[in-house]
């Protein structure tokens, strides 16, 4: 049975299973601090959702919802969806994606947007199931770095 909880606290689970998750996701990313991951859980403006195989069991998965306001809407903003390997196609990815909808709506968001590589192919077809529709614009990153 698939559980989808709100992470409340930065413990050692929760810190770990991110550390645990992360390089299936980005192999360059460093695990986050304690510190960095209860500053997502603190913020008024994120969501950490975390999947269990089962209640009380480990955590599988992950997701980031950021939900803001800009002059034209409340929106929202999916990252960081990490689903562990022995989990995939069991129906956790899209259990996290659903609950971060839901949470989107309960705040008033006009829309929830996400990214996600091309060969991701698996997470693509995730999305398009649920009814995300690919947009026609540019992506562009700019990358700020600390002195």
């Given at each position: ?55 009380g069991g ?40 659903v609950a ?43 990358e700020v770095?600390?002195?």
């Amino acid at each position: 049975m698939l559980v989808i909880e709100e992470a409340t606290e930065a413990d050692g689970e929760v810190v770990e299973a991110i550390a645990r998750l992360l390089p299936l996701l980005s192999k360059s990313a460093p695990a986050p601090t304690r510190g960095q991951v209860s500053e997502v859980i603190d913020s008024p403006a994120t969501t950490l959702f975390i999947a269990r195989d089962g209640s009380g069991g480990p955590i599988i998965g992950t997701l980031t919802l950021a939900v803001f306001r800009i002059p034209t809407a409340v929106r929202a903003w999916i990252e960081d969806v990490i689903v562990a390997e022995e989990a995939r196609g069991k129906g956790c990815g899209e259990a996290l994606t659903v609950a971060a909808i839901e949470a989107a709506r309960a705040a008033g968001a006009k829309t929830v947007e996400l990214t996600s590589r091309p060969s991701r192919e698996a997470a693509n077809r995730l999305y398009r199931r649920i009814g995300f529709v690919e947009r026609e614009t540019n992506v562009y990153r700019y990358e700020v770095t600390q002195p």
